[in-house]
């Protein structure tokens, strides 16, 4: 079992950066996949950035890439979300998701938090 508490998001202008922090609890975090997902109001939960367990393997959406990374420091139970030069179209809420690793979806989510980008 694996609990997900997002935090760092904020208002923030178009051209600043943030960092998102995904805390996790449980003594096998070493052994997930960890993702992080954004919606905006009335739309679809979508991909942003993903990396493996060992963290040794990233993947970002295409609207996002050169902006953003994703990182899981080895000794600390947290991924992170690097976002520079944020856009208006980048605000949405942030949600953190784990899986076991091998196995197909992200079935531990966090509840996510707010980021608001503005012009």
């Known amino acids: 079992q694996v609990q997900l508490v997002e935090s760092g998001g904020g208002l923030v202008q178009a051209g600043d950066s943030l960092r998102l922090s995904c805390s996790a609890s449980g003594r096998t975090f070493s052994s997930y996949d960890m993702c992080w997902f954004r919606q905006d109001p009335g739309k679809d939960r979508v991909f942003v950035a993903q990396?493996?367990?060992?963290?040794?393997?990233?993947d970002y959406t295409n609207s996002v890439k050169g902006r953003f990374t994703i990182s899981r420091p080895n000794y600390k139970n947290t991924v992170y979300l690097q976002m520079n030069n944020l856009k208006p179209e980048d605000t949405a809420v942030y949600y953190c998701?784990?899986?076991?690793?091998?196995?197909?979806?992200?079935?531990?989510w966090g509840k996510g938090t707010l980021v608001t980008v503005s012009s």
């Open positions: 990396i493996n367990f060992a963290g040794s393997s990233t």
């Open positions: 998701a784990a899986r076991q690793s091998g196995t197909g979806n992200y079935n531990y």
